[in-house]
């Protein structure tokens, strides 16, 4: 078993930046990649950006590429994503979530094995 918390989430005025933090914890060899999802009210989860654990290519949502940034620290067994020029519509719940194999693509939720809590991004006008 995989355990993920994120960290980073709050309030912010649009333009603004926001780090969130995800560390993993338990049998974290078993991990191939990482994710971050958001979920806005009365949304689907969506995909926003992807790495794989012992690095290599990433992969982002094409409304935040140039402005969020995932990137991981393996001696801390986390990984964090980097927000900038936050807009409104950024605003969601954002979870981190670890793959063991890529299954169904990079981008789709099943793909994950494990998920975090979440954490509340907020931005306002």
């Known amino acids: 078993q995989v355990q993920l918390v994120e960290s980073g989430g709050g309030l912010v005025q649009a333009g603004g930046s926001l780090r969130l933090s995800c560390a993993a914890s338990g049998r974290t060899s078993s991990v191939y990649a990482m994710g971050w999802f958001r979920q806005a009210p009365g949304k689907e989860r969506e995909f926003v950006a992807f790495t794989r654990w012992r690095g290599g290519a990433t992969y982002y949502l094409d409304s935040v590429k140039g402005r969020f940034t995932i990137s991981r620290d393996n001696a801390k067994n986390t990984v964090y994503l980097q927000m900038n020029s936050l807009k409104p519509e950024d605003t969601a719940v954002y979870y981190c979530?670890?793959?063991?194999?890529?299954?169904?693509?990079?981008?789709?939720?099943?793909?994950?094995?494990?998920w975090g809590q979440g954490t509340q991004v907020t931005v306002s006008p």
């Open positions: 979530a670890a793959a063991e194999i890529i299954r169904t693509g990079y981008a789709d939720p099943k793909t994950y094995n494990y």
